[in-house]
Structures are given as C-alpha cells and as structure tokens.
C-alpha cells in the first residue's frame, strides 16, 4: 500500500512539472511583448525597455525559468502586473468561492445521480427508468449558462416580483461568517452546476449497476438469502462504483480549477472569474497563477482517485 501511494505521488510531482514548462514556454518563450502591452501604444523604446528590466523579461530563459520553478516551489506565484498585488494573495481570495461552488453541488449531483441511477438499474425499461433517462438528457445537453439564466429568471427575478425573497441576488457569504447565508446564496449555483452533470453520474451508475447486477456472484448472494438491499448496495454498487469515482475525480479537480460559466452567469467572484478577466487585460502572472492552480488540483483529484481504487479494489494495491 505505501508502495502505491509513493508511486502515485511521485507520478503526480512528475505531471505538475511537465505542466509547469509547458505553462512557461506558453507565456515566456512564445512570441509576445508584455512591456509595449503594459507601457501602452504612445510609450517610447526606453520606456518599454526600463518595464522589460523591471520584470526581468531581459534575463535568459534558463533563468527566467529557475526564478519561476524556485517561486512555484515555494509558493511565490509573482506579481500581478496592473495591481502590484500578489498572485497568491487574489488566488487566496478567489480559492474558498470556487471550492464552495464545486464542494456543493458536487454533494448534490453525486446523491442525485448515484441514486436515480440506481433506482433506474433496478427497474431496467419501466416507466421510472424511461423518466430517470430523459431527465438525465435534458440536463446533459443543456447548456449550463441557459439553465443558470432560467433558474434566475424563473427563482430569482419572478420571485422577486412576487414579493418572495427564496433566492438572494448574486453575492457570496463566506462559511466562516454566516454557514446559513453562504449556503442560501449558492443555492441556485449549486443547482446549476448539479443539474448538468447529474446526467452524466444517471447513465454511469445505471450502466455499471445492470453489469453488476447480472454477475454470477449476485445470483449466488441472492440464493444465499441476502437481503436485496445488501446484495444491492454492499455487492452490486461497490463493484460498479470504479467508473462513478473515477468520472467524479475528473470533474471535481477540473471544477475547483476554475466554474468559469456558472462564475460568470452568478458573477461569482471565483477562479473562473479572475482567470476570465486576468486574461482579458493580459495579466500573465495571474493567468499562470490560476493554470498552476487548476493544474494542481486536477493531478491531486485523479491522485485522490487512484487512492480510492485500493481502497474500492485491493487488486489494485498488488498491481
């Protein structure tokens, strides 16, 4: 077991350091001049030059990339060059938005889809199945700023008009303020972001179940006298569960690196947003910044994945 988990830890240090160079050839080596952008059209050859200095942009490459290894190592992701603040400092600020957005409706379409998806495995081509499979497509294929802009329509501004006040306007309250507040708030973004990818987690569950389901061994558990809710939850879900973690480790890092739609449509002041508008105004060390970050917490989700696999499968820890 410690064996597997130094390998896989190993891999994931190997992976965030291939994502670093690429991150650096993209925005250091790849043709750009970052001095005449930030000194303006009007400015003159040593004006440009004098910013070139001051951000070191003079230097080697090698060294260049030394000084952005070094910083990464040691959390020093530089400065942003509009504000002067430092990178960490707005990722530190955006972080806890973005984490509850993705932790919450993470909550909400893992119970929903594991859930229907199994009730639907169960009834395989009833009525309930049938509903369970067109919910799961009408959410699936709708785009998530139109069912994000409908939830505000229909619960925030109807409502609204209507004198009730369920659904506050888009602002966020930290957990550690007010835990009630915080969770009225992102309600609607929970839902929106739930309700897209619970879909995807119906169809999963419902596949791998109705595999599961005709193995040998749960005929055997079923002759056995086993209750069917242990021969279905203790024997057919936990064998069928590998893809669903697997699926939600792959959503759940990529989602924490950044809900860029969802952020915008509930101007969430997230991640997603600060890479959105980083970008817009050309501020590369942020825009680093929030692709380390991103990438970071996707290797460390599929890390988190493979940890899973020992414990769902012990093959897995013999491998």
């Not at 067109?134 to 785009?143: C, E, R, V």
């Not at 897209?196 to 055997?220: K, P, Q």
């Not at 947003?273 to 599929?302: E, F, K």
């Amino acid at each position: 077991m410690l064996r597997f988990l130094v390998r896989r830890t190993l891999y994931g240090a190997v992976v965030v350091w291939i994502i670093s160079v690429v991150v650096f050839a993209l925005f250091f080596i790849a043709p750009q001049n970052v001095a005449r952008k930030l000194a303006g059209r009007q400015a003159d050859i040593q004006t440009v030059r004098t910013i070139r200095e001051d951000l070191g942009l003079d230097r080697p490459l090698l060294d260049q990339y030394g000084d952005f290894l070094w910083g990464l190592l040691h959390g020093d992701l530089g400065y942003s060059y509009y504000s002067d603040e430092p990178v960490s400092a707005k990722i530190i600020d955006a972080l806890p938005v973005t984490i509850s957005l993705a932790a919450g409706a993470a909550v909400i379409w893992i119970v929903l889809g594991v859930s229907i998806g199994v009730l639907s495995a169960l009834r395989p081509r009833s009525l309930a199945d049938r509903a369970a499979t067109t919910f799961a497509l009408l959410f699936y294929s709708m785009p998530t700023f139109l069912l994000g802009l409908l939830l505000l329509y229909f619960l925030f501004y109807q409502l609204h008009l209507a004198g009730i006040d369920w659904f506050p306007a888009a602002t966020y309250v930290p957990l550690s303020e007010d835990p009630a507040q915080w969770a009225r708030h992102l309600i609607l973004p929970w839902i929106t972001l739930a309700l897209v990818l619970t879909g995807t987690y119906i169809r999963l569950t419902r596949g791998s179940m109705l595999d599961a389901l005709g193995e040998d061994y749960i005929r055997t558990a079923r002759a056995k006298g086993i209750s069917e809710s242990r021969v279905t939850v203790r024997h057919a879900l936990r064998s069928g569960i590998t893809p669903i973690v697997t699926q939600f480790g792959v959503d759940f890092g990529t989602l924490v690196g950044g809900v860029l739609i969802t952020e915008q449509v509930f101007g969430l002041q997230g991640l997603g947003y600060l890479a959105v508008t980083s970008v817009v105004r050309g501020d590369l060390p942020v825009v680093i910044g929030v692709v380390m970050i991103a990438s970071v917490c996707t290797v460390v989700a599929n890390m988190a994945v493979d940890f899973s696999y020992a414990v769902l499968d012990p093959r897995v820890r013999l491998s």
